[in-house]
């Protein structure tokens, strides 16, 4: 496999990709549509982005706002070359967010897919601070506004190297990308694949919620690695898609997998081995679970990477040593310093939090279980934390109960709060296409796995995914508006 850095004066990533280019230069480095880019063709584009940065100030951060395309592929590598930071938000951020984001991150120039200047012949590339940031991702602001993540070149780089040793990427190994530009699981299906001499095959997001054009995209592209958030896998399994038999890993990252889901799998890909992965944005990858499809109960989320500790907190604050449950905090290699506005680092970017030693750590907000092997288990957030008449639920957990039960492929479990009841709890069912589960049948599911508070005062059952976000997680504002029923015609309220 490719030494990722072969010129100590530029990252890693970066500097093994125009190795690459330059060795190499008719290699496939991405797939796109109907064609193939060559890392040669893919530096050349990248060259000819240098203008445009080299029209800023000198320390000055420059704002991409472009979906996944060559050109923007081109656009980051040419960030990353100058060692040039650079804000990358979701597009699809409403208007307003997406100014005060580039505000805060003191970009005054924004670029966007039609600002991208044609291919150049070969620049030369200054030297860049190995430990000065490059990456500037958010976080998915289900909380209110999205935070700004400061990545290291330092600390991507030592990724790309654990990622590519552990899935084998390199020159003639294929990598699909299907998250958008901006999540961070791109680090790994993109940026690892180019540093390494990989071929990415890339998803068109404006058709990544069909299933046919994925299936599609993966026959025409076989690929040997594939990471996604569940909603990929379950929209191929809707397409009908099986026998992608190429395919030796598959990760699964970014929300939690339903029974059905995981145990559909080995259909979908039967020679490749199942990973559970688990990270934050802000520490990158940091658990890794080898997966069984036909285990009962969520999927672990497995034993720490090498490099990354864990620690667990229980409610009083004392360290869990054995099995148990308590509060995730970690420390990486990969990690963010902390949040662009120190502010809302506070609490959660911290030392250690018993004081055993100088590194950072950071608070995750996730409960998880340990098990008598050191297996954890993500069982819940201590953000979705409530009080039912008395009972502390967390209905994190009771959406994994009810995924469990037969019949039903994801679970929403929201709030509210009726004026003689007090506080209720509701969920929104999406159940297996041809299953005839019902209320009842969920109920009593609820009954033998719950305690009486944590059982839904209110199920509503749909034929239709719950809603997402671009990066595959829960909308639970928008689910909310699944738990009105449809009206009847004819009938009115």
Request: aromatic fraction near 6%; proline fraction near 9%.
């Amino acid at each position: 496999m490719t030494d990722p850095s072969p010129r100590p004066d530029v990252p890693a990533v970066a500097a093994a990709f125009l190795e690459h280019a330059r060795r190499d230069p008719g290699a496939p480095a991405l797939a796109w549509a109907d064609r193939e880019i060559s890392y040669g063709e893919l530096a050349a584009l990248a060259a000819g982005q240098r203008p445009l940065l080299d029209r800023l100030g000198p320390d000055e951060p420059v704002g991409v706002l472009a979906a996944k395309s060559p050109g923007a592929l081109a656009l980051v590598l040419a960030c990353l070359l100058t060692g040039r930071r650079f804000l990358l938000p979701s597009p699809s951020l409403a208007a307003e967010t997406l100014d005060t984001l580039f505000d805060q991150a003191g970009c005054r120039t924004i670029v966007r897919e039609e600002d991208l200047l044609p291919p150049a012949g070969e620049v030369t590339w200054p030297a860049v601070d190995p430990d000065s940031i490059g990456f500037m991702l958010t976080t998915s602001g289900s909380t209110g506004l999205p935070k700004i993540v400061p990545l290291p070149h330092r600390a991507v780089d030592a990724f790309a190297a654990w990622a590519a040793g552990t899935f084998r990427i390199g020159p003639g190994r294929s990598v699909f990308s299907y998250a958008p530009l901006n999540f961070d699981l791109c680090l790994l299906d993109v940026w690892t694949t180019l540093a390494y001499g990989g071929r990415v095959v890339l998803a068109d997001t404006a058709r990544a919620a069909h299933g046919g054009y994925l299936a599609d995209l993966l026959r025409r592209y076989p690929v040997d690695v594939i990471q996604g958030v569940p909603m990929l896998y379950n929209l191929l399994l809707d397409s009908g898609a099986i026998g992608f038999a190429g395919v030796s890993h598959v990760l699964v990252t970014g929300d939690v997998i339903g029974a059905d889901t995981l145990a559909a799998l080995p259909w979908l890909f039967p020679g490749a081995r199942l990973h559970n992965v688990y990270g934050c944005t802000e520490t990158n990858d940091s658990l890794i679970a080898e997966l069984e499809p036909g285990r009962s109960g969520p999927a672990p989320l497995g034993v720490p990477l090498p490099g990354v500790d864990v620690l667990l907190l229980d409610s009083g604050g004392q360290p869990v040593d054995g099995p148990g449950t308590g509060e995730l905090y970690v420390t990486t290699p990969f990690q963010s310093g902390g949040y662009l506005d120190a502010a809302r680092s506070a609490g959660k970017f911290t030392g250690h939090p018993l004081g055993s030693d100088d590194r950072q750590w950071f608070r995750s907000g996730d409960l998880v279980r340990r098990d008598s092997g050191g297996s954890l288990a993500l069982i819940g957030r201590t953000d979705f934390q409530i009080k039912i008449r008395g009972t502390a639920i967390n209905t994190a957990e009771v959406e994994s109960v009810l995924r469990e039960c037969d019949g039903v492929l994801d679970a929403a479990v929201l709030t509210s709060t009726d004026p003689v009841a007090g506080r209720q709890l509701a969920a929104v069912l999406t159940r297996v296409p041809g299953s005839a589960v019902n209320s009842l049948t969920v109920r009593l599911h609820c009954a033998a796995h719950l305690p009486k508070a944590a059982v839904p005062s209110t199920l509503r059952i749909v034929d239709v995914p719950l809603p997402r976000t671009s990066t595959g997680k829960l909308d639970r504002s928008a689910a909310e508006e699944l738990l009105t029923p449809e009206p009847i015609p004819g009938r009115t309220s």
